[in-house]
């Protein structure tokens, strides 16, 4: 496409919902262009060759810069590089689909999921990710990213979860602004699970122009907290994966992996009623930040219920702004 096409397409009043654009690496493009004008012309050989592709790449740039200037806010760039073409094509797929129930939102859903700790959140926010196709946007999967990558990091971050400190928002804030600006979430809209939860994260949203279609606060006492984390959840060191006692059918056969499951040192009792301390001090300021969109739900229920009740207030539009 051209700039010229591009504008075409304006005064037409043709504006595509999705425009997304797959980049790959200039040295790739490059190669398949000279397999396709020796395909062409095979005369073409050596640095004629060379050139005709490159003037072709450059050509298509140029073009390409002057069609995100006219399509800059419907853009979304994929990088594809690297990528097989069934991977490529399931992204696609997931950027363009239409929701699985006939009264879904037409506007991607926009969910924000919050509670005191071992409320359950991560598990309905994999359900609403699944059940909508939006994006699970975990804080503390992105900070463990981040803290694979960065030693400084990794070590701030398991000092404040090892007394049961809140994460710092300078580590937090950068890299929640950073996953939202990207194209999916963008595209297909998201759940974000357990943020924010003080005063200047919400300012981040604010100042990020980011409005909610949905706010769940999941109620629970402090005891429920403690029972949850402190007594039923276990993690197999060697894997990573977490374990409930409560659910026995997904506990590990092997005795084995049972004998070497661990509670971890940020879910101790004290930890957990830190950290419940705070969610208190804080869920307030919460409530009134978020009321035109607060959906209260108490954890005690069953886990398929509350999951019901959060999708039909999504699909009925019930606090969409």
């Not at 409560?246 to 056969?253: A, I, R």
Request: glycine letters at 4%; charged letters at 25%; proline letters at 6%.
């Amino acid at each position: 496409m051209t700039k010229v096409q591009a504008l075409a397409l304006q005064r037409l009043k043709v504006i595509p919902d999705k425009f997304i654009h797959l980049n790959i690496r200039a040295e790739s493009s490059i190669h398949h262009l000279k397999q396709q004008a020796y395909k062409h012309n095979p005369q073409l050989y050596g640095d004629e060759l060379d050139q005709t592709a490159l003037q072709i790449y450059s050509e298509y740039e140029m073009n390409m810069n002057a069609v995100r200037a006219s399509f800059k806010q419907f853009i979304f760039e994929y990088n594809a590089a690297d990528k097989a073409v069934s991977d490529v094509t399931k992204d696609l797929a997931r950027m363009l689909r239409l929701r699985y129930k006939d009264d879904a939102p037409r506007r991607p859903p926009r969910v924000i999921l919050l509670g005191p700790p071992g409320a359950g959140r991560s598990t309905q926010a994999k359900v609403l990710a699944n059940t909508f196709g939006v994006v699970n946007v975990s804080p503390m999967e992105l900070l463990k990213a981040e803290a694979e990558r960065n030693p400084g990091i990794k070590l701030k971050v398991r000092e404040s979860l090892e007394k049961g400190d809140p994460i710092p928002d300078e580590i937090m804030l950068r890299l929640v602004d950073a996953r939202l600006r990207q194209s999916d979430c963008r595209v297909n809209g998201w759940v974000l699970d357990g943020f924010p939860e003080n005063e200047a994260q919400v300012n981040l949203l604010r100042a990020m122009r980011i409005k909610p279609s949905l706010v769940v606060i999941f109620e629970q006492p402090v005891e429920n907290s403690v029972t949850n984390l402190s007594v039923n959840k276990k993690v197999d060191p060697q894997t990573g994966i977490f374990y409930n006692d409560l659910d026995t059918e997904n506990m590990p056969k092997s005795e084995i992996v049972k004998s070497r499951l661990i509670h971890l040192p940020e879910d101790s009792e004290a930890n957990v009623r830190k950290r419940y301390v705070a969610w208190n001090a804080n869920i307030s300021n919460l409530e009134e930040a978020f009321k035109n969109v607060l959906l209260s739900c108490p954890s005690d229920k069953h886990s398929e219920s509350i999951a019901e009740t959060i999708a039909d207030a999504i699909q009925n539009n019930a606090f969409d702004n």
